[in-house]
């Protein structure tokens, strides 16, 4: 008698997207919210206000970084997704959106453009990580991008 398993599909193209960033987003929005919330000292309404804006920019940055990522992949000669590729991935998703968040940090809260980079540096560490596991996690259970899938040889 064979165990029942499941299994999911593995998603590709746009659809591997938008089911990546929505999830992403989700998770991503309730723990900045208390982040934010710890690193600025203030309430749930305004630092929820700026995660959810901060998830808008980051959405489409994620679709932007993604697309780009996953074309540079696929040219690559080593299929698959090594741990450095990952941590290049990591690092190069949260970079870009450093980049775009200071301002609406300091605008947001009404800082300095060197208290809103502290605010987000402190966001950035925890969210090196989790997007490291989130992604691998995700990968694990969608299967990989077909840009990073080993190519069987038949003979």
Known sequence: ?????VQI?????????????AL???????????????MSNTGTAESLGLA?????????????????FERWESHRATKGRSFGTRVLHALGFEGGLL????????WWYSVSLWQALL???GLLVFFLVYTF??????????GLPSSARLQSTSI
């Open 1 to 5: 008698m064979q165990s029942a398993s």
């Open 9 to 21: 599909r593995p998603l590709q193209g746009a659809r591997r997207r938008v089911v990546y960033v």
């Open 119 to 121: 605010i987000d540096l």
């Open 52 to 68: 959810v804006a901060a998830s808008a920019l980051a959405i489409i940055w994620n679709l932007i970084f993604n697309s780009l």
């Open 133 to 142: 596991v989130f992604t691998w996690v995700f990968d694990a259970v969608f």
């Open 99 to 106: 980049v775009l968040l200071i301002p609406l940090v300091a």
């Open 24 to 38: 992403y987003e989700l998770i991503a929005i309730l723990l900045s919210t208390i982040l934010l919330m710890l």
